[in-house]
């Protein structure tokens, strides 16, 4: 017959040796996993946030230089009325000293005519507008009357005009420094976040920008014929500038932002086009296909329109990216900013 005998249960001093090294495994485990810790999940996201921050600042940039464009016409409207208003208050000075001849020779001849009293009247505009009732007004007097009231009031207006374009300037002067703090404050958290990353981290990004780099060098960009004669010449000239670096507010020769490059290399085909991307974004003949874009022409990138390269033949983009990047031709597919249209110039 089989025995069925109860398991032995082991002696209390069995049962502690054996819980001593079960705690001590699990000890040596903790240790270990203390040694090789786990990946900061925070990481990625400081990484993405990093990303964010450039675009941002892009954004910015093409706000900033519209503010820009901005100011510099306001401020040739300005100089512009203040050069004509010179110039009338020279021929209002000169018509008045006309008047004054005729009126001392009244004078001298026995009687000051009563429209010769405009010169000697304490608020000429309130004579002037009653001077054409004056029956005793000669034909030349009244002409002169007439050309220095005109005049007068042209000054006015050049004057009132001025003084609205000079505040409409300190007003964009106002937001050119808002934007230009806005940019610089986005930048500086943005390398703030870059000190925060680990070296290996920090590598990390420069060999994807150094990989980016080497496809530019290595893009191919086919035969295809460029979009017209002026588009190819302000192409071309980009070309020559790939390798130069990201400079917020840049146009060349040395730096660029996105516009920056765009307006430029059209200039060196004396073609003048704006200098923002949302105003390059208006002009020209619109292509609303990717797949009918030749060399040459204008891409509008993402939504607010706020980037802008140049298409560069077999789905390749020649732009300035971002911030830490530089001129060099990308992938459209993989720039990360989606297609809006393209522009023929």
């Known amino acids: 017959m089989a025995s069925h005998r109860r398991a ?3 002696s209390p001093v069995y049962a502690s040796v054996i819980t001593a090294t079960a ?9 270990t996993a203390s040694a090789d810790p786990l990946p900061d999940p925070t990481k990625k996201g400081t990484q993405a946030q990093i990303d964010r921050l450039y675009e941002e600042a892009t954004q910015a940039t093409e706000e900033y230089n519209g503010a820009k464009e901005s100011a510099e016409r306001l401020q040739k409207q300005v100089r512009d009325l203040q050069a004509s208003a010179a110039r009338q208050q020279d021929g209002l000075n000169q018509l008045r000293n006309r008047l004054g001849s005729i009126a001392a020779a009244q ?17 000429p505009d309130e004579y002037l507008a ?28 050049q004057r009132t005009q001025a003084t609205r374009k000079l505040d409409g300037l300190r007003e964009t002067r106002e937001e050119l420094g808002d ?18 990353l680990t070296s290996a981290e920090r590598a990390e990004r420069a060999a994807k920008e150094e990989r980016a780099n080497r496809d530019s060098d290595r893009a191919d ?10 588009a190819t010449a302000a192409f071309n000239a980009a070309k ?26 059209f200039k060196q085909a004396n073609v003048s086009i704006p200098r923002t991307s949302q105003a390059q974004a208006q002009i020209g003949t619109r292509i609303n296909s990717l797949s009918a874009l030749k060399p040459g ?13 140049f298409y560069a033949g077999n789905g390749q983009i020649l732009h300035s990216p971002k911030p830490g990047a530089q001129v060099r031709y990308e992938s459209i597919a993989r720039s990360g900013m989606p297609f809006m249209w393209g522009v023929r110039i």
């Open 23 to 31: 705690a001590a495994a699990v000890a040596v485990s903790a240790q």
């Open 297 to 309: 022409d204008l891409i509008i990138m993402r939504t607010d329109l706020s980037h802008v390269g």
């Open 107 to 123: 004078y001298r001849s026995g009687g000051l005519d009563p429209s010769m009293q405009l010169l000697l009247s304490s608020d």
């Open 221 to 230: 960009l086919g035969n295809e014929a460029g979009a017209t004669q002026r």
């Open 179 to 196: 934007k230009k703090r806005e940019i610089q404050d986005k930048l500086a958290k943005a390398q703030r976040l870059l000190n925060s």
């Open 130 to 157: 009653r001077a054409s009732a004056l029956d005793n007004l000669s034909a030349q007097q009244a002409s002169e009357l007439a050309q220095y009231r005109s005049q007068q009031l042209d000054l006015q207006r």
């Open 240 to 265: 020559s500038r790939v390798g130069m670096p990201y400079v917020w507010g840049a146009t060349g020769p040395g730096s660029f932002d996105c516009s920056g490059l765009t307006s430029w290399a």
């Open 8 to 10: 032995k249960q082991p």
